[in-house]
């Protein structure tokens, strides 16, 4: 197998084919959701709700955004190179799945999630709903790997991975409840009910969801510092603790709300 083809050996990196590939499908997703910002300004319409182009905007730029990271902060997770990239190159597709059902909806006026009324859309729902099945699983690989066996990197960027992979985990999680309800009211025949439902469990799936970037990047920007190995890993470690208790608190919220 090339250096291409798999990961560059001892590096822990995919090739530098592979992670043009992932680089540019980040991108193109970034692109998308940024491109129907501007769609959404001369269109105009609700940006909250089952059917506005705040889907297409946020989807794009988060998906995008969380396969990057993905893709960078799985280079300190030690995993076999064949495996590592099977589960990126799935977890890229699937990213491109997730945002190309929600942008083609959103195109044709109709919920991209919880929608069963036509054959189609139910078959566009159900995809979506599988493909966020094959993030977690994905996700739990990884997260299960990193707390495995102690992520490279430098001071705090283990504990950065770890606490990214589980905190993104809560955001998976979340995201399947959202849908595991709503799919359970559409079924029953509650379909208003069900758009309005995932209203609780969204601040915590949206606070929760960035950490695997936003953590490892502190370690990473800590380490172009002259601190000591132990400064950064304490302000890494406050980083945790402030981020742990940001989703604690969208967590309480979707209790109370629920």
Excluded at 105 to 126: I, K, N, Y
Aim: charged fraction near 10%; include cysteine.
């Amino acid at each position: 197998m090339t250096v291409d083809a798999a990961t560059e050996a001892g590096t822990g990196r995919p090739g530098p084919v592979l992670r043009r590939l992932y680089g540019a499908t980040a991108l193109l997703l970034v692109l998308s959701g940024l491109a129907h910002l501007v769609v959404f300004a001369v269109d105009g319409g609700p940006w909250n709700g089952p059917v506005s182009w705040r889907k297409p905007v946020t989807f794009g730029l988060s998906f995008g955004m969380t396969l990057f990271a993905v893709v960078q902060v799985t280079s300190f997770v030690r995993v076999g190179q064949r495996l590592r990239s099977t589960l990126l190159t799935v977890f890229a597709a699937d990213c491109v799945v997730e945002v190309g059902g929600i942008t083609l909806q959103a195109w044709r006026g109709v919920p991209s999630h919880l929608d069963m009324e036509t054959p189609f859309d139910t078959a566009v729902s159900m995809t979506l709903a599988v493909g966020g099945g094959v993030l977690v699983v994905v996700s739990a690989v990884f997260a299960v790997a990193s707390f495995g066996h102690r992520p490279s990197g430098p001071a705090g960027m283990a504990l950065a991975v770890r606490a990214g992979f589980a905190i993104l985990l809560v955001a998976l999680a979340s995201g399947a409840a959202m849908i595991a309800r709503g799919v359970f009211l559409t079924r029953t025949g509650h379909q208003e009910a069900a758009y309005r439902s995932t209203a609780s469990l969204k601040p915590l799936h949206g606070v929760s969801l960035h950490a695997v970037l936003v953590l490892p990047a502190l370690a990473w920007l800590l380490s172009r510092t002259s601190w000591s190995e132990v400064v950064r890993r304490r302000i890494v470690g406050a980083a945790v603790i402030c981020y742990a208790a940001a989703v604690t608190a969208a967590g309480a919220w979707a209790v109370l709300t629920y």
